[in-house]
């Protein structure tokens, strides 16, 4: 989750510019680091979509755990519809009522960072969208992918499960078959990354035979490209640059390339070193093009920071976001409910 929140800060700045735009503000490299931003450096809706996915987890893991039985996807409804309302928004009439928590107390989380439009529209509808009755049908943006990733992190269960809770926590706000089985592919890509010794090659492998089992040819193709991308580069068969990781995988801006982008740039940083040194290529890669820089580094820092753990995100990177408290202590809490 830490890995996950740096990414998304570091991509934030620079979500709106051009690579154009970047090395003019930060040289030919562009952004590498936190140093050549001011502090602290603020999270995006990504990461507090993120945190209410984790509540909404935990407060179905606390019914569960008391021996009471709760709806998975209404619980996430309902924070989703907690943090709707610290956007500024006035819920429908129609929405039912949602009970306040812990996290919609953080102030950090009450700042309107550029949300995505199908996320604020689907949750305007004051109806539970689902897989077979969308809200937003034709949306495939990566508002889904961006945070999706606490699905995996939740130990002990089937992947198959994993990809139902995903799948289903993704329809609440958008419809499209990518936006749904990309978040979902997401989900149990982490959740193959959680088990010691867990290898991203093997990862990626399973993640690109789900894509193609999925019925959406898009998310497939693009996860396909991005492994090839990624090892063709490794091998020195071709050098890496934004231009043409863009011209392969897209911009991001919708589930299947937000995805495909993040994963790419994990595999490609392989060649970096230590753990580390690979966590700082891959969220640097992932931030640095032509598109929505801080979904895409949200999900490479997601893979990475489940990859390797806390110890390879790098500790001046942690202090630097403004919602670092936030999130650990979000994390805190998705911990006591599973592993006690």
Request: one cysteine or more; proline letters at 5%.
């Amino acid at each position: 989750m830490l890995g996950g929140a740096v990414g998304d800060a570091l991509g934030y700045a620079v979500e709106f510019d051009s690579m154009d735009g970047i090395r003019s503000r930060f040289g030919t490299a562009g952004l590498s680091g936190f140093e050549q931003l001011g502090l602290p450096a603020p999270i995006s809706d990504d990461t507090q979509m993120t945190l209410y996915t984790v509540d909404g987890l935990v407060e179905v893991l606390e019914w569960a755990n008391d021996g009471v039985g709760a709806d998975e996807t209404a619980c996430l409804w309902l924070a989703y519809l907690r943090w709707l309302k610290t956007q500024g928004e006035a819920l429908p009439a129609n929405a039912p009522d949602q009970p306040g928590r812990w996290i919609d107390a953080q102030e950090v989380l009450h700042h309107r960072r550029a949300p995505g439009n199908a996320c604020l529209s689907g949750l305007m509808t004051g109806e539970m969208g689902t897989r077979t009755r969308p809200v937003n049908p034709d949306s495939k943006g990566c508002g889904t992918v961006m945070r999706s990733a606490p699905f995996g992190l939740l130990p002990w269960i089937e992947a198959e499960t994993v990809y139902k809770f995903s799948s289903d926590g993704a329809a609440l706000t958008h419809g499209h078959p990518s936006a749904i089985h990309s978040a979902a592919v997401f989900s149990t890509l982490i959740h193959d990354l959680l088990p010691d010794g867990a290898a991203l090659d093997g990862a990626a492998a399973a993640a690109v035979r789900r894509a193609a089992a999925s019925g959406v040819p898009e998310l497939a193709a693009r996860l396909e490209a991005a492994v090839a991308l990624a090892a063709q580069e490794l091998a020195g068969d071709a050098d890496a640059s934004p231009e043409r990781m863009t011209q392969a995988l897209g911009e991001g801006w919708v589930a299947e390339e937000a995805l495909a982008i993040g994963l790419y740039c994990a595999l490609a940083s392989a060649d970096a070193g230590s753990p580390e040194a690979q966590f700082r290529k891959a969220v640097s890669l992932a931030a640095n093009h032509d598109g929505d820089s801080d979904s895409t580094a949200s999900v490479a820092g997601n893979i990475m920071g489940t990859l390797y753990g806390r110890t390879a995100v790098p500790a001046d990177w942690i202090q630097a976001i403004d919602a670092r408290d936030t999130v650990e202590k979000m994390a805190d809490a998705l911990i006591r409910v599973t592993a006690g």
